[in-house]
């Protein structure tokens, strides 16, 4: 290896160097879904960071979504099932099906399970 005055020539594998901090995008994260049911509305803040300070040289085509649309369950537009639909211990529900007294309202409701299972 050639040397000069007992150090090397060769060049020397890194040297320090300084760059202004790369611009970035930063989000905080989705609000909750403007609506309970259907398609509703979520945002987020979405900023440019050069460092620690707030820049504007970010890629703009890059830049995150700040809204975005959101369905946290579909609106049931139909009344919810009669869960409470029990056949009373007291009726002969099984007779009342028999003889079709599911027409009346007083066996209807008396017998609604059966009634309704019958109905489908």
């Given at each position: 290896?050639?040397?000069?005055?007992?150090?090397?020539?060769?060049?020397?594998?890194?040297?320090?160097?300084?760059?202004?901090?790369?611009?970035?995008?930063?989000?905080t994260s989705w609000s909750q879904c403007s609506k309970t049911c259907g398609i509703g509305v979520r945002v987020r803040e979405v900023k440019c960071y050069q460092g620690e300070?707030?820049?504007?040289?970010?890629?703009?085509?890059?830049?995150?979504?700040?809204?975005?649309?959101?369905?946290?369950?579909?609106?049931?537009?139909?009344?919810?099932?009669?869960?409470?639909?029990?056949?009373?211990?007291?009726?002969?529900?099984?007779?009342?099906?028999?003889?079709?007294?599911?027409?009346?309202?007083?066996?209807?409701?008396?017998?609604?399970?059966?009634?309704?299972?019958?109905?489908?």
């Amino acid at each position: 290896k050639p040397y000069i005055n007992g150090k090397s020539l060769r060049p020397v594998d890194s040297a320090a160097c300084f760059e202004r901090p790369c611009s970035k995008w930063f989000t905080t994260s989705w609000s909750q879904c403007s609506k309970t049911c259907g398609i509703g509305v979520r945002v987020r803040e979405v900023k440019c960071y050069q460092g620690e300070e707030l820049g504007h040289s970010c890629d703009s085509t890059l830049r995150p979504e700040a809204r975005q649309s959101c369905e946290v369950q579909p609106c049931t537009t139909e009344p919810p099932a009669e869960d409470a639909c029990q056949d009373k211990a007291t009726a002969n529900c099984a007779l009342v099906l028999r003889v079709k007294l599911c027409t009346h309202w007083y066996y209807r409701k008396a017998c609604c399970l059966s009634c309704r299972n019958k109905s489908q």
